[in-house]
């Protein structure tokens, strides 16, 4: 269950990271590249329910779902503007580069934090 978790949240984030280099090369393999992304960060999707199903039980289950729900819904809101926001200051490739290295900090907390 971990391995999965840790591998495609390294795939994520190897892929977000090399995504201008392949539009560079091939706006089609750049599509693929994507595609599997979207693919693997399903599993961290998943998984990351999954988890917090399993440490939540009890009284307190209602309220980690919520919060986990509430950062999803908050993520996908923000998250566009703030991607906007970095492409129209700083250029079109960075909110991929700033997101492959939270993917990278990310994975790294995991590995340290998660058993």
């Known amino acids: 269950f ?4 840790r591998i495609s949240s ?14 560079g090369y091939s706006p089609a ?4 590249l994507q595609g599997v992304r ?7 999707m998943t998984n990351s329910f999954e988890v917090t199903r ?3 039980l009890g009284t ?9 729900g509430s950062m999803l819904f908050l993520g996908a809101g923000v998250g566009p503007f703030v991607a906007s926001a970095i492409t129209e200051t700083m ?14 900090v990310l994975l790294f907390a995991m590995c340290v934090l998660m058993p």
């Open 2 to 5: 971990n391995l999965c978790h």
């Open 54 to 56: 399993k440490w939540s």
């Open 38 to 44: 979207g693919f693997a960060s399903g599993v961290v």
């Open 29 to 32: 393999l750049a599509a693929v």
């Open 91 to 104: 250029g079109w490739r960075y909110p991929y580069y700033i997101s492959g290295a939270v993917y990278g």
């Open 10 to 23: 390294l795939l994520c984030a190897i892929l977000q990271v090399t995504c201008p280099l392949c539009i």
């Open 60 to 68: 307190e289950a209602n309220f980690v779902i919520s919060g986990v």
